[in-house]
C-alpha cells in the first residue's frame, strides 16, 4: 500500500484515523495498539509472509535490550550480537542472491540464486531497531520496557516502508504521552498534501520523460541530459513527498519526525549537498558508523578512510546491486576531493559556479543511481558528453516544447521559492485572517482535488525508496 492510493486515501486512512481519535488522548496505550494493529495491515497489504519477519526483528531487539540494560558484564558481546543479528537478517534478504552472482561471475560457478524477495522496508526499519539498542548500550536512552510501544515505534506506518529513518531518542516521550492539537493536526494535513502534490503532480509526470529517453538507444548530448535531469527531478519529488507526507501523518498522530530535505539541488558542493539531502541516513551513518570509526579525529588519512567506508556501505544500503556500489564510491571519492583542497576553492569561486558544478555531479551521479548494468550507465553518460556526436536532435525539441512547463516547476519547487512566496502572500493577508485561511484552504483543496484526478487517470506511482 502507498499512500499516492486510492485505497489508503479512501478505506485505510480515514478508518485508522476514527479508531485512533475515538480513543481519548490519555489512553495513549490503547492508541499505540490501534497504531500497531494500523501498521501491520498497512504492512501485510503488500507482503503478508513478511510481517514475521519484522515481528521477529521486533522481538529480537525489544528482548536483547532489555537484558543489555539489566546487565554488567558482557555488554560488548550482547552488542555485537543485536549488530550482528540485525544485519545477518538484512543481509541474507538483501544481499544473498548478490553474493552468489558475483561469485557465480568472478569464478565462473555455477550456484543457483535463491531468487529471494526484499521485505519491503526493511533496510529503514532494520536501521531503526539497530539503533535502538546501540543507544541503550550507550546510556543516551532508557529501555523501553512496554513492547506494545517498543513495536508500535518501530511498525509505525508513516515511516514503516521508505523513512525516514526516526531514531527512537526523537519519539522516545511521544511514545508514552503525546497530545494531537488542532493547530498540529491541521500543520499535518498541509504537509500531507503538499507531499501529495509533489509526488503526483511532479515526480510521477517528469518520470515520464526518463522513462522514453532513456529507453533509446541513441541520443543527443541535449536530449540525454534532459532525461538526467528529468530522473534528478522525479527521485527528488518521489522522495522528499513521500517524508513530507509521513511527516504529515506523524503531525496529526502526535508525532514530530525530524526533518529529511532541505532544498539539496541548491548545494554549491556536494558535502552541502549530502548535509541536505535524505539527512536521516546521513546522519544515522555519521552517529553509528563514521565517529565510531574516528571520524577526524585520529588524522588525516583514518578521516579519508572513513569516509571510504561510510560511502562504500551507503551505496550498499541503497541496493544489491554494483550500480549503486559505484555510486557510493562515485560520491565517497568527490567528498574526499573535496575535503583535501576543492571546498576551499570553492569558497573563493563565485556562488553560481558552485551551483553548476554541484548539480553536473549531482545529475551524473543520478544516472549511476538510476541504471541497473554498468555497461548501459557508460554508455549514458558517454552520450551526455557527445558520445554520438549529435549535441542536439528533434526528440530535444519535442520534449522541451511539450513538457516545458514540467520541468520549470520542477526547477523552481526544488529551491525555497514556492515556500518564500507563500509566507510573503500570507503576510501580506496577515490583517484579513479570514481571507488568509479561506486562500491557504483553496490552495490545498485544488493540490488535493487535481493530484486525486492525475492518480486516479495514471498509471505510474510507486514510490522508488520502496525497492531499498
Known sequence: MVFSSNVFLMAFLPVTLLFYFLIPQKFVKARNAVLLTASLFFYGWGEPKYILVMLGSVLFNYFLALILAK???????????????????????????????????????????????????ISFYTFQTMSYVIDVYRGKVKVQKDLLSFASYVTLFPQLIAGPIVRYSDVELQLTARSSSADQISDGIRRFIIGFGKKVLLANQVFVIWKELSAMEELSAASAWLGAIAFTFQIYFDFSGYSDMAIGLGKILGFDYLENFNYPYISRSITEFWRRWHMSLSSWFKEYVYVPLGGNRKGLKRQIFNIAVVWSLTGLWHGASWNFVAWGVYFGLILIVEKLWLLRRLEDLPKAAGHIYSLILIVVGWVIFAIDDLGQVAEYIGMMFGSCGAAVDDGFFY?????????TACMIGSTPLPAAFGRWIMGKLDEYPVIAGLAETGFLLAVMTVSVAFLVSGSYNPFLYFRF
Open 71 to 121: 546487565s554488567v558484564f558482557q555488554r560488548s558481546l550482547l552488542l555485537v550480537l543485536s549488530v550482528a543479528g540485525n544485519l545477518g537478517i538484512l543481509g541474507f534478504f538483501k544481499y544473498t542472491d548478490f553474493l552468489i552472482d558475483t561469485v557465480n561471475g568472478v569464478l565462473g560457478g555455477g550456484l543457483s540464486p535463491l531468487n529471494i524477495a526484499l521485505p519491503i522496508g
Open 399 to 407: 520534449f522541451l516544447q511539450t513538457r516545458w512547463i514540467l520541468m
